[in-house]
């Protein structure tokens, strides 16, 4: 598993460079049209001579929290033009390319001939893609979907929902993040607030700290 990460990373950095490109962190309103601000970024690249331009939302965070990913001239024009597209907050991401989007292309094969070799198991228990907000099903189902998450959008919020989903009346489970910092959990809140109540942040170090002590 290691080493398809190896794989992964190396193809994504090598489809990186081949096009200057990055993401962009989005805050916006209830009528922020993601869509539609994406759609006017591509035109703008293409009166700049670049074609088949990329700019689309990669990351669905929670409400009105986006990461939109693509060229670097489109992401410079949806921040300059923050205001006209209802935009309360941008912010360039420290990373070297558009990853979830279609620029990321050429790490698809790399990635799918290596999971070719790798023996994989229908989890014993309930993991969800981000691809879908689903479970995985079956090891042909976990290979085509780590595949085609490298170019699709991280649906995030949309498997929050998927999985809180319960009957009315019925306890939430308790929730755990583990290691360092408490994103997930900040997510979680936003997404799903009663879900959010029965949430733990663990730090990874916490028990090393306590056998020195």
Not at 104 to 113: D, H, K, R, S
Request: proline share 5%; glycine share 4%; with cysteine.
């Amino acid at each position: 598993a290691l080493y398809a990460v190896k794989v992964r990373a190396e193809a994504m950095q090598a489809a990186s460079e081949a096009v200057p490109s990055g993401m962009l962190s989005v805050m916006g309103r209830p009528e922020t049209n993601y869509k539609f601000a994406c759609l006017e970024a591509r035109k703008h690249c293409e009166s700049l001579g670049i074609e088949s331009p990329v700019c689309t939302v990669s990351n669905y965070l929670f409400p009105d929290s986006r990461v939109i990913a693509g060229h670097l001239q489109a992401l410079e024009y949806l921040q300059q033009n923050a205001r006209k597209y209802y935009f309360t907050r941008t912010k360039m991401l420290p990373v070297s390319g558009a990853f979830h989007t279609r620029l990321m292309e050429p790490a698809v094969e790399p990635l799918a001939e290596v999971l070719k070799s790798i023996e994989i198991q229908q989890p014993l228990l309930c993991v969800y893609s981000n691809v879908d907000g689903k479970k995985y099903m079956h090891s042909k189902h976990i290979r085509k979907l780590l595949v085609k998450q490298v170019v699709s959008p991280v649906l995030w919020e949309q498997t929050m929902h998927s999985v809180y989903e319960r009957k009315q009346g019925t306890e939430f489970p308790y929730t755990y993040e583990v290691g360092p910092g408490n994103q997930l959990g900040a997510i979680l809140r936003k997404c799903n607030l009663k879900a959010w109540k029965q949430y733990k942040h663990v730090d990874a170090l916490e028990d090393d700290e306590a056998a020195e002590t």
